[in-house]
Each structure stands twice: as structure tokens, then as C-alpha cells.
């Protein structure tokens, strides 16, 4: 039986990845900062938080890294664990980019140093690209980060590049364009539409706050990307991939599905310049073709569908 951690398994794709590795008949270990009844409800809701071991862990501190991996001496980790708000970033940037640049650090160096045949999977992020001038981005793009949250996964990712041609280990990036499920945070975009628009559908609110719906993305659906996480593991020689849906969508056009399904008039969408970021990228699309040719991982999802999904979750779990 394959051993693997999973740091930050209390956010959106740490449950999911559990659950599939759980279904491999991977003995799974999840890493929380601290122990809250919170941190178990999407294992919960899944239905696996019997067959998942938790256990605190500092990233900050390298000894808690090394204990960790030395009681436990897993094939596979999973670094998820970040501060992934961008919008945060801008009011924390020192503390985003200490913890996500000296956590990925701490795990490279234990493994390097005490447990060179753990493999580590790092996940970056589409956001490190910025603004690009050609689309759709491959990993050939240049990156030019926007955010200190970009900042931060740029270093992170170029310490795995440099891990793994300096020492020869078998670590990984994976730059992940935005996926979403019902284990997502409200804070981010799409799961704040349907909760805003839920709130109006039962007269709780008068409208939804909005900044610039001009913007387009490249939207996938998390349980599928994680898929992807585990082939890049399972490769003879590590390399970093592209996972994403290869198409780009208008937030306006996700906006206004969302409250048409809810049959919520338009009107009820209010645009607010403060919620407008600075240094906004436009338009974001991926290319998946190493993914499709490499991992054999294919992505033909509908984000409409994957949007009637979320909203059926959304009504299901607060009984409507």
C-alpha cells in the first residue's frame, strides 16, 4: 500500500484528491495547521473522513516537516497548502509570499535531505503568467506575475525546477487554471455569485456586488484536475504540466447563467469599481495538449454544465 500526504487537505481540491487516492488504496495522511471540527466537513461531505489521518502541521518550521516525513515515509506528497487568494495578497503580501515560498522550500529540503525517493507534487498556478500577449499560454510563456500571490508561485515553482535539476529528485509542478466544485471557498468568484444569488433567490439580499465581469477565464471542474495531480506522480520522470480546460469563459456570461437558472432578473447585478483589482489580466486560457498527450487526460467539460452541478450542490445542501 502507497503512502501519501496531502498539506492543505482542508481546502477545495485536498478532499477530492484524498478521496481518489483513498479509492487507489493509498493509506492517505492530511496536514491541517490546526485541529477544528472545520477541517473535516469536506472529508465528511465525501464521505472518507474515516479513512483519512490528520495531523497539525507548521510548514514554517522544518522540524515539524521532518517529523512528519520521517513517521510516515510517504511515496507521494501533495503540497496544496497556500495562502491562494489573490485578492488577500494585495493587503498580505509579506506574510503570502513568506509562507508560500518558505513551506515549499522546507519540503524540498526534507525530502533532498532525509527522503530523497518521496515524490512531491508542487501546485502552481495559472496566475503566475500575468499578463501574456499570446494565448493560449503554454509552459513555454513567459511569466510575468501581477499579484504578490503570483510572485510567490512563481519562486515556489522555479525552487521545484531547481530541486529537481540540481538533485536529481522526482518533484513537480502542476499550474492548475481556475477549477471550481462545491467545496470551494465563498471567497472566490464563482461560489460567491451562486451564494449571493441564493441569498436574493430567498430574500435575504437586494443584489449582488460585482467588479469587472469583462474578464474572461479558463474554468475546469476540481475533481477532474486533481486526476491529473496523481498521473503527474505516476510518470518515470517528473515533468510539469499545463491542466486546464483549454477554453476561456466571460465572467458576465457565468454572472448571468447563474441568476437565469435561478430565474433572478439582471437587473440585480450591480457593478462596484472598488471591487475592481489593479494590474487585472483580461483574458486567461490554458493549453492542455502535454496533459492530453503525455497523461492521456482529457477535459471536454461543459463549465455551464459544471455550473448546473454546483448550483444543484448548493441547493441540496441548504435543503431547497
Given amino acids: 500500500m502507497k503512502t501519501a500526504i496531502i498539506t492543505g487537505i482542508s481546502g477545495q481540491d485536498g478532499p477530492y484528491l484524498a478521496r481518489l487516492l483513498v479509492e487507489k488504496n493509498y493509506r492517505v495522511i492530511g496536514t491541517v495547521r ?15 473522513a474515516e479513512k483519512v489521518v490528520l495531523e497539525e502541521l507548521d ?8 517529523r512528519l516525513l520521517m513517521k510516515y515515509k510517504p511515496d507521494e506528497v501533495y503540497n496544496l497548502a497556500a495562502q491562494s487568494s489573490v485578492g488577500l495578497s494585495f493587503s498580505q503580501p509579506i506574510g503570502t509570499f513568506s509562507f508560500n515560498t518558505a513551506s515549499v522550500n522546507n519540503l524540498l529540503e526534507t525530502i533532498r535531505l532525509l527522503s530523497p525517493m518521496t515524490k512531491l507534487y508542487q501546485a502552481s498556478s495559472s496566475e503566475m503568467f500575468g499578463c501574456v500577449k499570446k494565448l493560449p499560454i503554454t509552459l513555454d510563456a513567459p511569466m510575468h506575475p501581477v499579484s504578490p500571490y503570483a510572485v510567490s508561485k512563481v519562486a515556489a515553482h522555479f525552487m521545484v525546477m531547481n530541486y529537481r535539476e540540481a538533485y536529481g529528485l522526482f518533484v513537480c509542478n502542476g499550474i492548475l487554471f481556475n477549477h471550481e466544485s462545491f467545496l470551494r471557498s465563498g471567497n472566490f468568484f464563482v461560489k460567491k455569485i451562486i451564494l449571493e444569488a441564493l441569498k436574493i433567490k430567498r430574500g435575504e439580499k437586494d443584489c449582488v456586488f460585482v467588479g469587472n465581469l469583462d474578464l474572461k477565464r ?32 466571460c465572467l458576465r456570461d457565468i454572472v448571468y447563467y447563474v441568476f437565469d437558472k435561478l430565474k433572478l432578473d439582471n437587473k440585480l447585478i450591480v457593478v462596484d469599481d472598488k471591487l475592481c483589482r489593479p494590474n487585472e489580466v483580461y483574458d486567461i486560457v490554458g493549453d492542455n495538449s502535454k496533459a492530453r498527450l503525455h497523461l492521456d487526460w482529457y477535459y471536454d ?3 455551464f454544465d459544471i455550473l448546473d452541478i454546483l448550483i444543484h450542490e448548493e441547493l441540496q445542501a441548504q435543503g431547497a
Fill in 59 to 66: 510548514l514554517l518550521d522544518i522540524t515539524n516537516v521532518i
Fill in 218 to 249: 479558463d474554468f475546469g471542474y476540481a475533481p477532474r484536475y486533481v486526476e491529473a495531480m496523481w498521473m503527474m506522480m505516476q510518470l518515470e520522470k517528473p515533468e510539469d504540466f499545463i491542466v486546464c480546460s483549454g477554453k476561456s469563459i
Fill in 301 to 303: 467539460d461543459s463549465f
Fill in 34 to 48: 490546526s485541529y477544528r471540527s472545520s477541517n473535516v466537513k469536506s472529508l465528511e461531505y465525501l464521505k472518507i
